[in-house]
């Protein structure tokens, strides 16, 4: 029995060998992953080196393999153009037509979306439901997924808000002394369909490049799939720009918050002598953001996004806080923005992140775009421009302030060493300051944690 290496070697190599084949180099490394080659390509090897059946190896007879080789996931050759692999339970189809098979896992259904990627190595429970992802199918660049498991305490919202899940490899089994469910029990009952076996290098190169497409992902255990009518809704979806999804998941009604941070072996801390009153506008606030704001001495009124300058004065707050949220902010700053503006006309110190970022600089007179492909995952550098520090940050937006566009009064305090896009503005005569990145960082670094007390220090200042 020959190796898989050997057979390489007689075709030519692993490009000659995926052309006699049919198929992609990434097949091919998959053969050796799996140090075997799948029955439907014997025939082509078989032609092309000479060799007998007896000399080809099989991930059975490999007493090498530990583990079961993956599905070849690419159609044979002379194959239908929507042949359905063999072992495919999964695929994502693309708005130009392309379709990424794999096998599912999560819940059974299709989802349609953003397909957006996140380079953050952990925190995947608190990605998949950071109410920011809403409209959208994460693909982690990380590929090993799951096993921290899931837990009750790491999410940041009730409800998930991703749509759904691109992965390399199967999800593993939780490994973690805090995990109380599998990952894929977890998505199962937050509606949210996975794929695994995908080539997520691939899929974020083509994202980085091309930018974010609109896509569908698909769970079929059955392997039955329509795919003209995936391709028509791919292709059919509006996507996110012009889009507000602040309201869907938003707060219906105005609560309190005092649940402060969490620390090992005690888990979360309450906020029982708070200095300042903050109203925070959701749209789409983050559970963790929340709790920076009442551990840095915050008692915390949460109210709608919908909510007018009138509701939110009526706390009479020290402060407001504009959260983090889903969309094209240039939609929800249609009710968004004059509620912000009678704030700041009220002398009222703000603090935005994220979304909030974006609908304080529209309140200010500026313009927001769409990015390319935007910045998701905790491992952004970001340069505060009045100290000179690059700060790691945590990031998940779409859409961004344009700098050119910023009125008089109105400064840029901080840049991306990525793009050199906008990070944060800062306007004194309003007492108003917002970052673009997330410092709450959840999943994330904590070196932007100092902003909330920049916060608290404007409210004792103004008062």
């Known amino acids: 029995m020959r190796t898989v290496e050997q057979i390489l070697t007689l075709m030519g190599g692993a490009s000659a060998a995926a052309a006699h084949c049919g198929v992609g180099t990434e097949a091919i490394r998959k053969w050796r992953q799996a140090r075997a080659i799948p029955p439907r390509h014997w025939p082509a090897v078989l032609a092309a080196t000479g060799l007998t059946l007896e000399d080809l190896p ?10 079961t080789p993956e599905p070849d996931m690419t159609p044979a050759p002379n194959a239908a153009p929507d042949a359905v692999p063999e072992g495919a339970t999964a695929c994502l189809v693309l708005g130009n037509g392309t379709v990424i098979w794999g096998r599912g896992f999560g819940a059974v259904g299709k989802k349609v979306g953003e397909v957006c990627f996140n380079t953050g190595m952990t925190g995947y429970q608190e990605t998949l439901t950071d109410p920011s992802y809403a409209g959208q199918i994460i693909t982690f660049t990380f590929p090993h997924i799951g096993n921290v498991g899931a837990n009750a305490e790491d999410i940041e919202a009730t409800t998930a808000a991703a749509r759904g899940l691109v992965v390399k490899a199967d ?14 029990d977890w998505l199962k009952s937050h509606g949210i369909p996975g794929i695994c076996g995908v080539d997520t290098r691939a899929l974020t190169a083509m994202i980085r490049d091309a930018g974010a497409p609109n896509g569908v992902i698909c769970h079929a255990p059955d392997g039955k799939f329509d795919l003209a009518a995936l391709r028509a809704e791919a292709a059919g979806w509006p996507g996110l720009e012009g889009m507000d999804l602040a309201k869907d998941v938003s707060c219906r009604q105005s609560y309190n918050w005092d649940e402060a941070l969490w620390a090992w072996g005690q888990g979360y801390s309450k906020q029982t002598a708070p200095k300042h009153k903050v109203v925070a506008v959701d749209y789409g606030a983050k559970r963790n953001i929340l709790r920076c704001l009442a551990d840095a001495g915050c008692e915390v009124t949460v109210v709608p996004a919908t909510a007018t300058a009138e509701e939110i004065l009526r706390h009479g707050p020290d402060g407001v806080f504009l959260s983090n949220g889903p969309g094209d902010p240039a939609a929800t700053g249609e009710y968004a923005v004059p509620a912000i503006r009678g704030v700041l006309e009220a002398g009222k110190p703000v603090f935005g992140i994220c979304l909030g970022h974006q609908l304080l600089a529209l309140a200010l007179g500026a313009k927001t775009y769409k990015l390319d492909r935007g910045h998701r995952g905790a491992n952004q550098p970001v340069k505060d421009l009045a100290t000179g520090k690059v700060e790691i940050t945590s990031q998940n937006h779409g859409f961004a302030v344009d700098d050119k566009s910023l009125p008089e009064g109105v400064k840029v305090t901080h840049v991306s060493l990525f793009d050199g896009s906008n990070e944060g503005i800062a306007c004194e005569a309003k007492k108003a300051f917002s970052v673009q990145y997330h410092p709450e960082a959840s999943p994330g670094p904590s070196d932007s944690h100092h902003l909330f007390h920049r916060f608290t220090d404007m409210m004792s200042k103004a008062a």
């Not at 490994?175 to 109380?180: G, L, V």
């Open 58 to 67: 099989r991930a059975d007879a490999d007493p090498q393999s530990h583990s």
């Open 171 to 184: 999800l593993t089994e939780p490994s973690n002394y805090r995990a109380t469910r599998h990952l894929d």
